[in-house]
């Protein structure tokens, strides 16, 4: 029933930058978001989160790269990720509360 569909992901180049956006087909407020990644053969890693309260947690590969955001109006959440680096190349999934998730989307760093 709750669909939440990820976008802005794509190819760039080490140093790059891109957004990435998940779209709530239900109401985001009262829910804590966030962003996870996973690559073939490794589990699925937090990489941001935010609470209803606009606290929010990175991952330290991340810490000072990588930014969070929500919009509750929209039902949008983003992430925000500067200067890739190759090791960020993983499908990035959006996460609502703790149950519902995205399909993914595919991020793509070249060195």
């Known amino acids: 029933q709750v669909q939440l569909v990820e976008s802005g992901g794509g190819l760039v180049q080490a140093g790059g930058s891109l957004r990435l956006s998940c779209a709530s087909s239900v109401s985001i407020f009262t829910y804590v978001m966030g962003w996870f990644r996973q690559t073939p053969g490794k589990q699925r890693d937090m990489v941001a989160t935010i609470t209803s309260g606009g606290s929010t947690n990175y991952a330290d590969s991340v810490k000072g790269r990588f930014t969070i955001s929500r919009d509750n109006t929209k039902r949008t959440v983003y992430l925000q990720m500067n200067s890739l680096k190759p090791e960020d190349t993983a499908v990035y999934y959006c996460?609502?509360?703790?149950?519902?998730w995205g399909q993914g989307t595919q991020v793509t760093i070249s060195s």
């Open positions: 996460r609502r509360g703790l149950n519902n």
